[in-house]
């Protein structure tokens, strides 16, 4: 999962940072609301985090600028305010979700995770032919069996699983499942992708190979042709 985070206090910006990315997720930080906006326009989110104080540009702006150009990535605004006016404001701008500070890790957590359950899908779990992830447990299924996965494993296939059938370049794992500053010339991808295949596809000879590789595209995930 990626996310953009817009927070202008440094501590508490790089506090949630680190929080969210043990537990896997990918996180771009943006201390400039003109900054924050510019991205979010032009990469591909899952969640947008956006601190209603920003220089800038301010949250709520941002978000309407998004929505108004038909930008309907899940946005959680955050802030320090704590009347209904504010909470009405920025629900009106397009906001899917609001967090008052100070807040607990674990409840932004389950707000991001509400908001992208209810953007993607309606059932509780992902599914494909008889491989299940459920977001809210972490656990893998194929054919009932529970699949053990490392972090970086599940991020990857959490991310396939929201884009079924559709081909996912190098670049577009890189960007979602690591953060935007990551640049290496390894073959971490690679090394991924086999993993996830001896887990899902030939630690399962009964079932069809979910995986398939586009050569000079990239990967996806569903049923070959």
Not at 97 to 112: G, M, Q, T, V, W
Not at 126 to 131: A, R
Request: hydrophobic fraction near 40%; charged fraction near 30%.
């Amino acid at each position: 999962m990626r996310i953009l985070l817009a927070e202008d206090e440094t501590l508490l910006g790089e506090s949630i940072k680190t929080g969210l990315e043990d537990e896997n997720m990918a996180v771009d930080l943006f201390q400039n609301g003109k900054d924050a906006y510019e991205q979010a326009s032009t990469e591909e989110y899952d969640v947008l985090l956006l601190d209603i104080m920003l220089p800038g540009m301010d949250g709520s702006m941002i978000c309407t600028h998004l929505r108004t150009e038909k930008n309907y990535t899940p946005i959680i605004m955050v802030t320090a305010k704590d009347t209904v006016d504010d909470k009405v404001t920025g629900l009106n701008n397009g906001a899917d979700d609001y967090i008052i500070k100070p807040f607990s890790f674990d409840e932004l957590l389950a707000r991001i995770r509400s908001v992208v359950r209810r953007a993607t899908v309606k059932a509780p779990t992902l599914s494909l032919d008889t491989l299940v992830l459920n977001p809210a447990t972490h656990i893998v299924t194929r054919s009932d069996k529970e699949i053990v996965l490392t972090g970086k494993e599940y991020a990857l296939l959490e991310y396939f699983m929201l884009h079924p059938n559709q081909v996912l370049t190098r670049e577009q794992i890189l960007s979602h499942v690591w953060d935007y500053s990551y640049e290496s010339m390894s073959n971490i991808i690679d090394v991924l992708m086999k993993r996830l295949r001896e887990k899902i596809d030939k630690a399962f000879p009964k079932e069809k190979s979910l995986f398939v590789t586009i050569r000079g595209l990239g990967y996806k995930i569903g049923r070959s042709e």
